[in-house]
C-alpha cells in the first residue's frame, strides 16, 4: 500500500458548477453518515414508505408505485425500459442531445425496435413530429428526455403526453437533469412512466434512482412477474410472460420488495435511501414550485452574467434548461486549458461537452445546492479573471452587475 | 406531507447481528459524509485508481481490471454475468443454497443454457462433481457462490479453480459475504471474475459492487466491446461482436470509464466510491489474514456461546462460514416473535431464514465492525434472557462464559 493509500480520502474544496454532479446539501450528507438499521426494520421499511410518498410529492404523481432503484440515474432508465419493454416491441425516442441516444442504445439493447426522431442539436422535438412518428410507425413506448444537459434544452412534454395518450402509446421520460429545477408533472403532463437522480437539482450525490409508474405502466410489467427460485413457496408458479432480461433491473420484482409482500430482492442501499429521502424532504420543505423558481431566477443571472463576459449563449432561447447554460468558447481560447485553470486555481468546476459539441461548447451549471447567488456570483468573478488572462476581450466587472440586475428585476 | 416526514429520518441504534447488513465501521460513515468532486476532477481519478489497488490487496490479486460497478453486490454478479455471456452460452453452477440459485436465474435472464449441482442445503460441492458436470456439459463459465449466507456454508475454491483451469474453463465467484471474513484468494485459486459488496465483512453499507477480472475475463468481454453513439468519434466503429445485453453493467464500457480513455459512462456514484475506498483501506490497515482470523476468533466464540444456549447449530460444521452461525429454532418456540422481542427490547438484530430454511434456523452473523468481543457476548447475554422468557430450557451464564472460554483458548 502506498503511503497516500494508508490515509483515508479527503477531498479537496470544490464549488462544482458543471452540469452535475454539484455539491451536496449538507443535510444530505449527514443523513448519508447515518449509522445502518436492518433491512426489515420496522424503522427501514418506515423510511422506504416515506421515501415513496416524499417522491410522489417531488414528482407530483399519485402513482402508488413510486420508489427507488438502487443505481445511478442510468440505472433507473435500463430499469424502466427493460421492464416496459419486451424483444420486437417497438419504441419511438426523439434524440436532441446525447441522452437522447442513450435511450436508443438503451432500447436496442432490450431488443426492442427503435425509430429515431432525430432534433437538431440545440433545439427540442415537436408533437406534430411525434404524432407522424406514432403514426407510421405504431409504437408501444415513446421515450424521450426531459433536459439533456449535453445540450442544455428542455422538451415540453405536456404536448406530447397529449399526443400519446390520444393514439394509446406508453411514454416514459428520463428526468434526470431537469427534475426540481424545471416543471415536472407527472401526472397531468400523463407521463406513463418517470425515472430520476439525485446528483442534479435534488443536491445529492449519485448512486439513488427514483421511478415512479402509472397504473398502465405497472400492468405491462406485472404481466412478465416473476418470483425466484430461492424464495417462492414450493406450490407457486414462477411466473408468466417472458423474462425481464434483467433480474436486478426487474421493477415486477423490486416492486414485490417495495411493496406489502417485502420480497427480498437486493440488498437496499440503506445509506443512498436515507440520503434520497432527505434530498426529497428538504426540496417538498422547499416547495418544488419555489424550488423551480430559484433555479430559473439563478440560471438567469448566470446566463446574464455569461452573456455580459461576451460569451454567446448556446441553444433555442426560449427551450434552455433553468439549471444549466452553454456558452461558445471564444475562437482560439483552449477551452480545457481554461477549465483546468479555473479548478486548480479557483477550485471551480465548470463542464465540458461531448460529441458533436465536444471542444464548443462550456456548460455552467447552476443547480441544487449551488442554485445560489454567493455561487453564481463567484464563479463569474472568477470566470472573467480567467478570460482576461487568457487574453478575452471582455468589460471587466459587467459580468457580476448583469447578474445582480438581473437578481434585482427578479425581486 | 406528514408531521413525520417533515422530519430528517434518524435510525434508532441497533446492533446488527444478522446475515448482513451489519453496522458499519465510524470510518466508513465519515467518509460517505464527505462533499462532493468532480466526476473528471483529477482527485477524482485518483481515489478511483485507490480503490482499484486497494481492492486488489483485499481480493489478493494483480488483476489491473480491478474496480467497482455502481450497484449492490446483486448488481456486480448480474453484471460479471452478463458481461461474460453471451445467449447460448454454457455454464455450471452448483446450488448450495438460495444464492446459487440466484446464479441461475441471472445466467438464465442473460439467455444461457444452465446446468446445476444440486448440492443438499447445509453441506458444499466437490471437486468431483464439478469435473463430471464439466465433461459431460461443456460449459464456458463456471458460477459459485463462495459463502451462501442463507446456510451458512462456505464453498472451498482452490480445487474448483483447479478443475477449471485444467479444463480451459472460466470460473466466477460472487464472495460478497464471505470477503474479509474467510480466505479468498484470487490468483492463488485461479477465478476467472470475482464480485463482492462492502456490507459483511467489509464494513460498509449496501450499494457498491468491486469487481476483479483477470485476463482472460477481459478478453472474453473487451470481444464484445462497444462505445455508445453519443461518444464515439465520427470515424469510429461502434464495436465488436454481439452487445452485451445490458447497458448499466457492460463491463467492457465500464472498463473504458475506469481506464486511461475516461470514457464517461454512468455518473460515478461519489459517496459509494469514497466509502468502499475507505472499507478497503481499514480492512488492509488490520491486513487480510488478520481480519480473517478475527472472524474466525469471533465466530467460533458466537458458535461456542450459541451451543451453550442450549441451541443445535446449523450446517456441515467442516465447512461453516466464518461469520454467520446458523441454529435450530428450538421445536414450538415462535422464531419471529422472539427475533421481534430482541430487536425492540434489545435492539439486535438476529437473522431470519427463506425458503426450505424459512422457520426452522436463526442466522446470526459476526462481521465486519461488529466481529467485536463486546457484540459477542452482548448478544449472547440479550438472546438468553429472551430465550428464557420464552420457555427455553437453558443453564444461565452458560453461553457467555463459553464465549468467553474460547476467547481465552484462542488467545
Avoid at 436492518?38 to 416524499?54: I, V, W
Avoid at 397531468?188 to 421511478?211: D, T, Y
Avoid at 430482492?265 to 426540496?283: D, G, N, P, V
Avoid at 462550456?362 to 482576461?388: F, I, K, P
Wanted: hydrophobic share 45%.
Amino acid at each position: 500500500m502506498s503511503p497516500d493509500m494508508q490515509e483515508a480520502f479527503v477531498p479537496p474544496a470544490r464549488l462544482l458548477m458543471g452540469p452535475g454532479p454539484i455539491n451536496c446539501d449538507p443535510r444530505v450528507l449527514r443523513a448519508m453518515s447515518h449509522q445502518l438499521i436492518g433491512q426489515f426494520d420496522p424503522e427501514m421499511t418506515r423510511c422506504m414508505n416515506d421515501a415513496m410518498a416524499l417522491y410522489r410529492g417531488v414528482l407530483r404523481t399519485g402513482n402508488p408505485w413510486t420508489f427507488l432503484v438502487d443505481s445511478t440515474a442510468r440505472g433507473g432508465i435500463e430499469a424502466c425500459l427493460a421492464s416496459l419493454l419486451a424483444p420486437g416491441d417497438r419504441v419511438v425516442v426523439p434524440v436532441f442531445g446525447r441522452f437522447g441516444h442513450l435511450l436508443v442504445e438503451i432500447a436496442q439493447r432490450c431488443a426492442a425496435q427503435v425509430r429515431v426522431i432525430e432534433v437538431p442539436w440545440g433545439e427540442v422535438a415537436r408533437p406534430e413530429q411525434l404524432a407522424e412518428a406514432i403514426d407510421r410507425f405504431g409504437p408501444k413506448l415513446v421515450a424521450c428526455v426531459q433536459g439533456d444537459t449535453s445540450t442544455t434544452m428542455c422538451q415540453p412534454l405536456a404536448d406530447l403526453g397529449q399526443v400519446c395518450a390520444d393514439k394509446g402509446v406508453l411514454l416514459y421520460c428520463d428526468a434526470t437533469a431537469s427534475v426540481g429545477g424545471n416543471a415536472l408533472e407527472t401526472d397531468a403532463w400523463q407521463l406513463s412512466a418517470v425515472s430520476v437522480g439525485l446528483q442534479k437539482c435534488l443536491a445529492g450525490p449519485s448512486g439513488s434512482a427514483p421511478v415512479s409508474l402509472n397504473e398502465e405502466a405497472v400492468a405491462v410489467i406485472r404481466a412478465r412477474h416473476h418470483v425466484e427460485a430461492g424464495l417462492r413457496g414450493a406450490d407457486e408458479a414462477p411466473g408468466s410472460g417472458p423474462r425481464i432480461q434483467s433480474n436486478y433491473f426487474d421493477l415486477a420484482m423490486i416492486m414485490d420488495y417495495w411493496g406489502e409482500r417485502r420480497l427480498n430482492h437486493h440488498t437496499e442501499a440503506a445509506s443512498m435511501l436515507f440520503c434520497a429521502r432527505e434530498c426529497a424532504r428538504i426540496l417538498l420543505r422547499e416547495g418544488v414550485d419555489a424550488a423551480v423558481e430559484r433555479h430559473r431566477i439563478n440560471g438567469g443571472a448566470m446566463a446574464a452574467g455569461l452573456a455580459a463576459l461576451n460569451l454567446r449563449l448556446y441553444g433555442d432561447p426560449d427551450h434552455r434548461m433553468n439549471n444549466v447554460v452553454g456558452v461558445y468558447i471564444p475562437d482560439g481560447l483552449d477551452g480545457e486549458a481554461l477549465r483546468r485553470v479555473l479548478l486548480a486555481d479557483f477550485g471551480i468546476e465548470i463542464g465540458t461537452s461531448f460529441g458533436p459539441l465536444d471542444g464548443l461548447i462550456w456548460r455552467v451549471g447552476v443547480m441544487g445546492y449551488n442554485a445560489r447567488r454567493d455561487a453564481v456570483l463567484v464563479t463569474l468573478a472568477s470566470l472573467e479573471q480567467c478570460l482576461l488572462r487568457a487574453g478575452h476581450r471582455l468589460s471587466p466587472g459587467a459580468a457580476v452587475a448583469a447578474a445582480l440586475a438581473h437578481y434585482d428585476s427578479a425581486a
